[in-house]
C-alpha cells in the first residue's frame, strides 16, 4: 500500500505538466515570439458586408466565413501590463468609432513546447486577455445559446485560437461559441510575500478571475451577438475542465453561467496557499531577485519572457488552482462533497488512453507497473484479460487519474443537479491498429468537428471520422440549447447518480453503458481519498 501511494503521488506530481489540449510539454528554455500591440485600429464609418455589432465598450467590425458572422480578438479587459500585473482584470477603455475584429489577438506568455501542434497558434504577450465569437445570427432578439470553451494546456500553455477550437460547426447548428485566453503560468497563478503584504489574504488565481471577468463580459455583451445571457453553457477540456470544475465551485462565478461539460478531468488535489507562496519565492530567486526579500515593484518589473519558463519542480503550480481565495475558497473536490457547487447540469468524462500525457512526459506505462512490485497482484483481478504490462499501466494511470475522479464528481454532483457521465474510445479510421485509445484530447476534434482543421489532427481525419464528429457536437448542442444532451434520432443518454451507473461510450457505437467499470473505479476512489489526504498536508 505504501509503494501504491507513492506511485499515485509521482503521477499526480508530475506528469501533468503536459499541454493538455494537444499532449505539449513545456520546455525549460522557450523562445517567446515577438510581442505585438494589437490595439484598436480606428477605420471610418463605411458600408460594408462585414459584420457590425455595438457593445459596451464600443462598435466592432467582424468578418464573414462560411454563412458566419466572426469576431475575433475582442478585449475583454485591460491589458493586465505593468501595475495591473497580479492584480484582478480591470475593465476594458472604451473606444471611439469601429474597431476591427478580423485578427485573433495575442496570446498569453508561456513556454514553447517540444510536441508539434501543441502551444499557443497566436504571437504572445502579457497583453492577452482576448476573446472570439462565432454565431450564425448577430440578432439581439434570437436568443441563441451560448457555449463558452476554456483551452487545457496545465494552466501553463495554450490559446483559445487554436484552429482545434473552431467555433464554425457548433455555431452551424444554432450556437453562439465564444473562446478565451486566461493568464498562464506564474503570471496567471501566483503567490508572494509582497503581494501578501499589499492585500492580505488576496488573490492567487489571477488566471480564474480571468476566466470569470470573460464571463461577464459575456452576460453583458452577448445579446450583441444573437446570444442568450439566460442560457450560458461552459465547456472545457483537461486544464480547461479543471476551469470548468472551479467556476462551479468559485462564489464568484454564480450566476454568470447555466450548464457546464468537463472532458478530462483529473484527479490531482487543489495547491495550498503555503505552496504557492514558497512556488513564488522561488521564482523571485529565480530571476535574480532577494527571493521572500523582493519588492511588488521589482517583481512587476521582470519581463515577463523571463517568467514564461519557470515550470520546473518548486516554481509551477500546474496543473491545478490554489485553494483559498475569494475565487477559490476551498479545494474543488471539498467543495463538490459538500454540496456548495453550482446547481447547474453537467456532462464529465474522459478518454480511452488518457496516459498519453504521461508517456508525453517520458513515463513509461510498463515500468511504472513493473516499480509496483507485489501491488500488481493486487491489481490484476480489476484488469481481467490484460497481462501486457504496458497495457495495464496505461489503463491504470487513466483510471486512477481520470476515470474514477469523473465518476466521483459526476456521482457527487448528482445530488445537486442533473448529471451526465461519458467515455470516449472512438479511434480515427486511420489510426486503428496503430493507437491503443483515445489520447489526451482526443475527443476534440470530433466536439469541434475540427479534424480537418487542426494541424495535429487533418493528416488522418476521414469522411467516417467527420460523421462521428457530427454526431457527438449534435449531443454537446442539444445539452447547451436545452440542457438534456439527448438530440433526436440518437442513442439515449441517462443520467448518472450514486445509484444508477451510467455511462454513454462514444465507441464504434454511441451505445449506453450500465455500472461501466465499477467495481474498480471504487477501489481507486477510495484510494484517491486517502491521496488527497496525504498531498494537502502542509
Not at 509503494?3 to 523562445?31: D, E, N, W, Y
Not at 503570471?187 to 510575500?193: D, I, K, N, R, V
Not at 450548464?259 to 487543489?270: C, D, L, Q, R, T
Not at 476534440?444 to 476521414?462: M, N, Q, R, W
Request: contains cysteine; hydrophobic residues 45%.
Amino acid at each position: 500500500m505504501i509503494m501504491l501511494k507513492q506511485i499515485l503521488i509521482l503521477c499526480a506530481g508530475v506528469f501533468f505538466f503536459a499541454a493538455c489540449a494537444s499532449r505539449g510539454v513545456p520546455v525549460a528554455a522557450p523562445t517567446i515570439p515577438p510581442t505585438f500591440d494589437l490595439g484598436a485600429t480606428m477605420i471610418p464609418m463605411t458600408i460594408t458586408s462585414a459584420p457590425r455589432v455595438k457593445i459596451a465598450s464600443g462598435e466592432l467590425e467582424g468578418v464573414r466565413e462560411n454563412n458566419l458572422n466572426v469576431f475575433k480578438g475582442i478585449p475583454f479587459a485591460a491589458p493586465p501590463v505593468g501595475e495591473l500585473r497580479w492584480r484582478e482584470p480591470q475593465p476594458v477603455a472604451a473606444w471611439n468609432g469601429l474597431r476591427k475584429a478580423d485578427t485573433f489577438g495575442n496570446a498569453c506568455i508561456q513556454p514553447t513546447t517540444k510536441i508539434e501542434g501543441a502551444g499557443a497558434a497566436s504571437p504572445q504577450s502579457e497583453d492577452c486577455l482576448y476573446l472570439n465569437v462565432w454565431t450564425p445570427d448577430a440578432d439581439p432578439n434570437a436568443k441563441l445559446p451560448v457555449m463558452v470553451w476554456i483551452h487545457g494546456g496545465a494552466l501553463v500553455v495554450g490559446d483559445g485560437s487554436s484552429p482545434a477550437y473552431d467555433g464554425a460547426s457548433l455555431a452551424e447548428r444554432g450556437a453562439v461559441v465564444v473562446t478565451l485566453n486566461y493568464r498562464l503560468g506564474p503570471l496567471g497563478f501566483f503567490s508572494h510575500p509582497a503581494l501578501d503584504a499589499a492585500n492580505p489574504g488576496g488573490t492567487v488565481n489571477f488566471g480564474l478571475l480571468d476566466e470569470i471577468a470573460a464571463l461577464k463580459w459575456v452576460q453583458q455583451n452577448i445579446s450583441a451577438f444573437g446570444g442568450d445571457p439566460s442560457n450560458v453553457t461552459i465547456f472545457g477540456e483537461s486544464a480547461g475542465a479543471q476551469s470548468v470544475l472551479a467556476l462551479f465551485a468559485s462564489p464568484l462565478a454564480q450566476g454568470l453561467f447555466h450548464k457546464g461539460i468537463a472532458e478530462s478531468s483529473y484527479a490531482v488535489p487543489s495547491n495550498t496557499r503555503k505552496k504557492a507562496l514558497d512556488a513564488g519565492i522561488n521564482v523571485a530567486n529565480a530571476v535574480g531577485l532577494d527571493g521572500a526579500n523582493a519588492t511588488l515593484e521589482q517583481l512587476r518589473a521582470v519581463p515577463a519572457e523571463k517568467l514564461a519558463p519557470l515550470n520546473q519542480k518548486g516554481m509551477t503550480l500546474a496543473p491545478v488552482f490554489v485553494a483559498g481565495d475569494a475565487a477559490l475558497p476551498e479545494p474543488i473536490l471539498n467543495i463538490f462533497q459538500e454540496g456548495k457547487q453550482a446547481a447547474a447540469p453537467l456532462i464529465i468524462g474522459n478518454n480511452s488512453n488518457e496516459a498519453t500525457v504521461a508517456e508525453a512526459f517520458g513515463i513509461d506505462p510498463a515500468n511504472l507497473i513493473k516499480q509496483m512490485g507485489l501491488v500488481k497482484i493486487a491489481l490484476k483481478p480489476l484488469y481481467p484479460g490484460v497481462n501486457d504490462n504496458e497495457q495495464l499501466g496505461r489503463e491504470l494511470i487513466r483510471d486512477l487519474i481520470f476515470s474514477a475522479f469523473a465518476k466521483r464528481i459526476s456521482d457527487l454532483h448528482s445530488a445537486r443537479a442533473p448529471s451526465w457521465r461519458y467515455y470516449f474510445s472512438y479511434i480515427p479510421q486511420k489510426l486503428r491498429g496503430q493507437e491503443p485509445g483515445v489520447p489526451h484530447g482526443g475527443e476534440i476534434p470530433f466536439v469541434f468537428d475540427s479534424g480537418t482543421l487542426a494541424p495535429e489532427s487533418k493528416a488522418y481525419f476521414a469522411a467516417a471520422d467527420e460523421e462521428m464528429a457530427k454526431r457527438v457536437g449534435d449531443y454537446w448542442f442539444e445539452f447547451a440549447r436545452s440542457g438534456n444532451p439527448n438530440p433526436s434520432g440518437q442513442p439515449a443518454w441517462a443520467q448518472n447518480d450514486a445509484k444508477n451507473d451510467n455511462t454513454l461510450e462514444f465507441g464504434d457505437a454511441i451505445a449506453p453503458q450500465k455500472n461501466f467499470m465499477r467495481a474498480r473505479l471504487n477501489v481507486f476512489i477510495g484510494l484517491l481519498n486517502v491521496l488527497g489526504k496525504i498531498l494537502n498536508r502542509e
